[in-house]
């Protein structure tokens, strides 16, 4: 997020290349805002009914009691989310910390992206390691994984 005040306060993103995690997996989204400092908030749709909840588990980060210009908000994907596709809102207010994901802010932005929870690949590498060489030549790399899949 770095778009500045847009002229009707909201901006969809969710066309622009979307943020990817599995589940369990964290997310971490960096802001600066152009114009004040402003409170920030983020929700994610995650039961993708349309509409955001201002309470837990939909609101994921808050800026607290402090207004900001820039900074990274983080959330974790909860472990048992479906893979699909999830709408992630952020807000920014400078007026007050108590607004929620809806309505109009006279001094805010809106903006809305697109995360794209995928399924998490059962094989995974549990060991790499590397040939000793001080020299030119080839380096022999070993990478053993999970027993039963192939890597």
Avoid: H
């Avoid at 969809?12 to 004040?36: C, E, M």
């Avoid at 994921?60 to 210009?69: A, D, H, K, L």
């Amino acid at each position: 997020m770095g778009t500045g005040r847009s002229i009707s306060g909201y901006a969809d993103y969710t066309a622009a290349p979307p943020v990817t995690q599995i589940p369990g997996g964290g997310v971490t989204i960096d802001y600066f805002l152009r114009v004040s400092r402003q409170f920030v908030k983020i929700w994610v749709d995650w039961n993708n009914d349309g509409t955001f909840t201002d309470a837990a588990p939909e609101l994921v980060y808050t800026s607290g009691g402090f207004q900001t210009i820039a900074g990274a908000g983080g959330f974790v994907v909860p472990p048992a989310t479906l893979p699909g596709n999830y709408r992630i809102r952020i807000r920014t207010f400078e007026t007050s910390q108590t607004f929620g994901p809806c309505g109009n802010l006279a001094t805010g932005e809106t903006e809305d992206y697109r995360l794209i929870v995928v399924a998490d690949c059962p094989a995974k590498p549990n060991a790499i390691y590397d040939g000793d060489r001080c020299d030119v030549g080839t380096v022999v790399l070993g990478v053993e994984g999970t027993p039963g899949y192939r890597i």
